[in-house]
């Protein structure tokens, strides 16, 4: 009942942040246009169109979200877990779409550099979508860790990096004021696009590796065996272990041997020990243990109890 009501916390404290995620986005969006359309600025369209991917990627995380924490059913027996991955796919895609579109707006304006009006205002207005930015970036990566979520740490990790871009941004527009070298506007807005680039790659490459049903890391590996080899009294060896991360789940699976004249009533009990204890550790954990008799081990007769194979 506990596990039950810990899941249903979890559930609504990612979805309540995936909503709240599309206000922010939105109010983003809103001052980074302000400061776009009081400048005149190529570099800050460039930081304003990334922010328009943000408004996309956060209704695309809602979704897949509320999408991922649907229960299993007939034709999805092992849950919906991958969806946020869709997600972060699909945010890595529009990330690159709109370094395309910085490209060609570059182009654009590369022959032809204007002056800036007002651009103290617009800087100043840019500076505080950044920082609204910034604080909710940190808090969308440390949430989306805690909870397992995908879609969160992909677009927590997105937004924080529009915020370094931004302050190169803020950075460079500064010295082409500072100097009256107009030219350092496309060439900032070409970096912006490039570093959206690199992003967008990242995203990608993470959120594949997530859909090849990755393993966990080897640290998490090691201490999955220690928690096993605790509670397998009555065992006589481990073998076979595997393990692969979808969305916030992690799925465990290994094979159990057991003396051959063991009752099933008895293997039961130490299968239910380690899965408590597995559950007990690793949150959203799903386990498939395969119980085999002692002519199916792998190391040789003697070996101390409950050796990993």
Known sequence: MKAVTASAASKQKVARLAF??????FVVLGLKAVAWWLT??????SDALESTVNVIAALAAFW??????TPADQDHPFGHHKAEYFSAVLEGVLIVVAALLILVEVARAWNGPVNLDEPWTGLAINCVASVINLLWAQLLIRTG???RSPALVADGRHIMTDVVTSVGVVA????AVLTGWSILDPALAVIVALNILWQGWHVIGSSVQGLMDRAVDKDEHFRIRDIISANSRG???????????????????FHLIVDGDMSVRESH??????EEALKAEIPSVRITIHVEPDHEAKLPPGTSAVPFA
């Open 145 to 147: 860790r805690a909870e």
């Open 20 to 25: 709240w995620t599309i206000v922010v986005a």
């Open 64 to 69: 897949a979200i509320r999408v991922s924490h």
């Open 40 to 45: 005149g600025s190529v570099a800050l369209y």
């Open 269 to 274: 009990v130490i299968c239910d020990r380690i």
């Open 172 to 175: 460079g527009l500064i010295a």
């Open 235 to 253: 065992a006589l060896e481990v073998h076979d272990l595997k393990t692969r991360i979808a969305g916030r789940a992690t799925f465990i699976e």
